[in-house]
């Protein structure tokens, strides 16, 4: 499959390093820094989940001994935590209001592309691919939801720059799920083809 050609280049690689690299070092910053952007987004509570998304992969991959490392997928699925926390880091939730639902489709293209990369790895079937990506995406964004309502005001966390309303949980739904279509559709288009054969030396 096209993927595990993808996952044995170079640039995979470097990709994948700069991706877990960002996320490690914009966390360590929100961690640590009295930033007026964070406050109240309870960058304590996302940590553990957030950066487990950077380290869960390497570590099933080396249990598993993937040759090559899913490179693709491991960049793909960290990917939208690295673009969440900066969102927050940089002041964008606040200062564009946009950006919430800007990276509710953005990221759930990248999640669902992600699953593919993983999938394609393991089957080349493609038959029912697109809905099994959706579907995907879809149980995702509403585990989210409910993450991001216990981390609010409203839930355990008491985030209070975490204020969730009905209409914001319906948009997010709304745009996760078609970004999480659209992820489906780019995923086997992308990762779902095969390689040809090459041809024997005469």
């Known amino acids: 499959m096209v993927v595990l050609r993808l996952d044995a280049t170079v640039w995979a690689r470097r ?10 070092v914009s966390f360590a910053i929100a ?4 930033l007026d952007t964070l406050d ?12 487990a ?7 099933f991959g080396w249990r598993r001994r993937w040759r090559p490392h899913a490179h693709v997928g491991d960049a793909l699925l960290a990917l939208p935590f690295l673009l969440d926390t900066l969102g927050n880091l940089l002041g964008f939730y606040d200062e564009y209001p946009q950006t919430d639902d800007v990276l509710h489709a953005l990221n759930w293209i ?6 593919h990369a993983f999938r394609f790895r393991n089957t080349g079937h493609t038959r ?22 216990a981390v609010s005001k409203d839930g355990w966390g008491g985030a209070g720059g975490l204020a969730l309303t009905y209409e ?7 745009l996760s799920s078609t970004g999480g279509l659209i992820g489906s559709l ?8 095969k390689v040809p054969p090459e041809n024997d030396a005469v």
């Open 128 to 149: 029912d691919a697109v809905f099994l990506g959706y579907g995907f995406g879809a149980i995702a964004i509403i585990w989210w939801e409910a993450m991001e309502w």
């Open 186 to 193: 780019l995923g086997v288009w992308w990762l779902g083809r």
């Open 40 to 51: 109240g987004k309870g960058m304590g509570v996302r940590a553990p989940l957030f950066l």
């Open 168 to 174: 914001d949980t319906i948009g997010d739904l709304i």
């Open 53 to 59: 998304s950077a380290a869960i992969v390497p570590l």
């Open 31 to 34: 961690l640590t820094a009295d």
């Open 110 to 115: 990248l999640l669902v592309l992600a699953f």
């Open 15 to 24: 990709a994948n390093i700069v991706v877990k690299a960002a996320l490690f």
